[in-house]
């Protein structure tokens, strides 16, 4: 651990805490549909989509119709995604001549895409032609972060509405998001890049002679595009198998920063965001220091355990590392990548020492609400939100309130059943796959490495991370199929309760504050949030545990010792 180590972290902290209002206003303009600079450029092809598909803007919708939409919109998305990629041997903009994917890597290829997971049992360059690139997973890149940032948008409106039936309109708040944020950026974003070495190109290759005088081919490909929203959006998946280790992904030191910024910039803006709907700017600086408490023990624990190496490498672990990131700039990607639902890796996880590896594992079972994916990262930390303020009342014997809203039994139960999902699934798919002959042909590591192997990727997919200890085989069809059931579930079945919980807050009338309130913006209150989501977390992590990466730590320091 370096002194430059310690100056790259507080530097990626400031950077973000001074991006947080700028950003979080200009989401804020979108949540409220008021006109932006853009306006004037984009406004026409905004509206010419609305007369497209018959969609008036301002008619607003329940949560049911609003998830109901939703709902089908994915569908349809993935319907259409999965076509493009069994039919891609005939399709243009295939310069290698690739096959057509097969049936079961498609649909878990789809839904991994649909739900932000980006989850890559295939290497990229191999696997998909520049048209499946640009048009299948990029279609998705826009769109599933786009649905975050929207079902974000109708929950805030659940806590600010008073006595409303309505709790936005899906596709004015996707068409708006995508138009006015993720679609410029992205634009900015990926020019950068090609100015920073990432090519952005339809040749398929380019030979190259190297030092010894041997001929190599170069996979290239319309990369810079795809990587800008491959981060902005936290999607994650990479155009090159080694994703963001790879050179013509992630070309430098400053890029990298760059790359782990725009993972987060979103998800930090829509605290300020949250706080600014509400009416109490004090809520949503509130839950941005809650998550950057558990983001920076997270990173320190990860940093100190790939400095500190093993017995059989003391001075450091760098294997699975890139030498122009180094130890610091690769376990704070790792820790930014899991605990954002980004799964952009620039270091192989599955090489982590046992407790460096922890911390990517752990983040994902939390429910990646340490900032998280766009919108979903901040619509997860409300759930816990609203758990922490029902302990909260129970504790001072009153009925619990959070920003102006009475949290009462249905809401209650609607957000223990969204967060009961994720251990559900990761557990009961870890255990399938442990027992069973297809799922046990998988891990590249017998005993408990080959275990974590195992429990990273139902995590992974559950939580819609899409990072993996890549010593799993995952491209079969055991894996495919019970992975794509993980990944749809991990994201749909939060995503309706949550719409659930925002259609009965916004028909609730304000509660003000009083003086028997339990406060929810100072230091009691974060704390109690904190422990809400380390003791909640733990209905995952702690069954995990002793199998998997802190039994893996004592067999391989055992077996290092004797």
């Given at each position: ?437 297809a799922g046990l042909a998988g891990p590249l590591n017998k005993g408990p490495h080959g ?112």
């Amino acid at each position: 651990m370096t002194l430059a180590g310690w100056a790259l972290l507080a530097l990626f902290v400031a950077i973000l805490a001074a991006l947080a209002k700028p950003v979080g206003w200009w989401l804020h303009a979108l949540y409220e549909g008021r006109r932006t600079p853009l306006h004037a450029v984009l406004g026409p092809v905004e509206r010419g989509f609305y007369r497209a598909g018959g969609i008036d803007p301002a008619r607003e919708q329940g949560w049911r119709a609003y998830a109901l939409h939703m709902l089908v919109f994915q569908l349809m998305t993935a319907l259409l995604t999965y076509a493009l990629l069994r039919a891609q041997a005939a399709l243009p903009l295939n310069p290698r001549e690739l096959a057509g994917v097969g049936a079961d890597g498609a649909l878990n290829t789809a839904i991994a895409f649909v739900t932000n997971t980006n989850w890559q049992w295939y290497g990229g360059e191999s696997t998909l032609s520049n048209l499946s690139q640009m048009l299948a997973l990029a279609l998705h890149n826009f769109l599933s972060a786009a649905t975050g940032i929207a079902i974000a948008f109708a929950l805030f409106r659940g806590f600010a509405r008073r006595e409303s039936a309505t709790v936005g309109n899906f596709w004015a708040d996707i068409t708006r998001i995508t138009l006015y944020l993720l679609l410029p950026v992205s634009v900015l974003y990926a020019l950068y890049l090609i100015w920073a070495g990432v090519p952005q190109t339809l040749l398929a290759s380019v030979d190259a002679t190297t030092l010894e005088g041997a001929r190599q081919t170069i996979a290239l490909g319309p990369v810079a595009s795809q990587e800008a929203i491959k981060m902005l959006g936290t999607n994650g998946g990479g155009f090159f198998n080694a994703n963001s280790a790879h050179p013509f992904e992630n070309p430098s030191a400053v890029t990298n920063l760059v790359q782990m910024l725009s993972i987060f910039v979103l998800g930090v803006g829509l605290t300020w965001t949250f706080g600014r709907a509400v009416g109490d700017q004090r809520q949503g600086w509130a839950i941005l220091v809650a998550m950057a408490i558990l983001f920076i023990a997270g990173v320190t624990l990860a940093y100190a355990m790939e400095a500190h190496g093993t017995v059989l490498l003391p001075d450091s672990n760098m294997e699975g590392k890139e030498v122009r990131f180094g130890i610091v700039g690769s376990a704070l990607f790792a820790a930014v990548t899991t605990a954002a639902s980004c799964g952009a890796v620039n270091a192989m996880h599955d090489s982590f020492t046992a407790l460096g590896g922890l911390v990517p594992l752990f983040n994902i079972q939390l429910g990646e609400v340490v900032v998280g994916g766009v919108g979903a990262g901040i619509y997860g930390f409300l759930l816990f939100a609203i758990l922490a303020v029902f302990v909260a009342g129970l504790m001072v014997g009153r009925t619990p309130e959070y920003v102006g809203k009475k949290i009462e039994a249905r809401e209650v139960k609607l957000a223990v059943l969204a967060i009961a999902v994720l251990p559900l699934i990761i557990l009961g798919g870890t255990a399938i796959a442990s027992v069973a002959g297809a799922g046990l042909a998988g891990p590249l590591n017998k005993g408990p490495h080959g275990f974590t192997e195992i429990l990273y990727a139902f995590s992974s997919a559950a939580g819609n991370n899409g990072s993996a200890f890549a010593g799993l085989t995952a491209g079969t069809p055991f894996y495919n199929g019970l992975l794509a059931v993980a990944m749809w579930i991990g994201r749909f079945f939060v995503i309706v309760p949550v719409l659930a919980i925002a259609g009965s807050l916004a028909a609730k009338r304000h509660t003000p504050a009083t003086a028997g309130s339990f406060p929810t913006t100072g230091g009691l209150w974060i704390g109690l949030l904190v422990g809400v989501i380390l003791v909640l977390g733990g209905l995952t992590f702690l069954p995990s545990l002793a199998l998997g990466p802190v039994a893996d730590h004592v067999a391989g320091t055992a077996g290092q010792l004797f």
